[in-house]
């Protein structure tokens, strides 16, 4: 790709590489992949089923080893970490969004929203103060109390949402953040993550196999056989009912 502006970057992914291997078999699920995402940008990432993009999301955020290329998050080195700081690293830098609600059914929103702001030694009183501005935030004020089995998709899934933000982190990785919703379910999520990039600056990376999705989000890369083969940047309006028609 040759040489990359890495201007106002908060992530920048050279060379990176990684290799599936069953037996003797090898399959190349990332290869030799270069990206930057700079503060504030909101990135989608398409491709076929198979063309690496979770792969993607899972390199660049350290959840995966590599096997080759550097990943710099915030100007620092993943790959060159410990385990162990790579994981305080992530802990305070990132926040995860996952198809998969993932959370604890006997807590309350609240609780699943303070649980990782507790584990990163936050204090009880200040971690439940965030727990409760994020829910605010996501619309979910009235539902502070209830638990996941006493919430719709959605709601469960702008919990989620409230938990990634809730550390303050500097890049939210979102994969198929709407793959378990109904399309007005997914809509309203969507939504809410336009709007966090778009008033907030949140930088989010958003991993999707859905056209709709894709269309909304003003960086669209794709991917086929663990290489990115377009990266578009356009202008995009907010939908119809985000629009104050008469």
Known sequence: MGSMNTDGALLVAT?????????????????DLDLVVRHGEMVGVMGPSGSGK???????????????GRVL???????????AARTEHRAHTMGFVFQ???LIPVFSAVENVELP??????????ARRRALDMLDRVDL????????SEMSGGEQQRVTIA????????????DEPTGNLDSTMADQVMDLLCELNRDEGQTIVLVTHDGAIGARVPRLIRMRDGRLVDDVRRTVTA????LDLP
Not at 117 to 126: A, F, H, I, S, Y
């Open 163 to 174: 938990r990634a933000l809730a550390g303050r982190p500097a890049i939210v990785w979102a």
């Open 54 to 68: 979770t792969t993607l999301l899972n390199c660049l955020s350290g959840l995966d080893d590599i096997d080759g």
């Open 73 to 83: 998050v915030d100007g620092h080195d993943l790959f060159a970490m410990s385990d």
């Open 100 to 102: 998969a609600f993932n």
């Open 15 to 31: 060379g990176v590489r990684k290799i599936y291997r069953t037996g003797s078999v090898e399959v190349m699920a990332l290869c």
């Open 141 to 148: 004020g009235h539902r502070v109390g209830h638990r996941p």
């Open 239 to 242: 939908p119809a009912a985000d």
């Open 117 to 126: 702001l507790l584990l990163v030694g936050t204090r009880p009183r200040e």
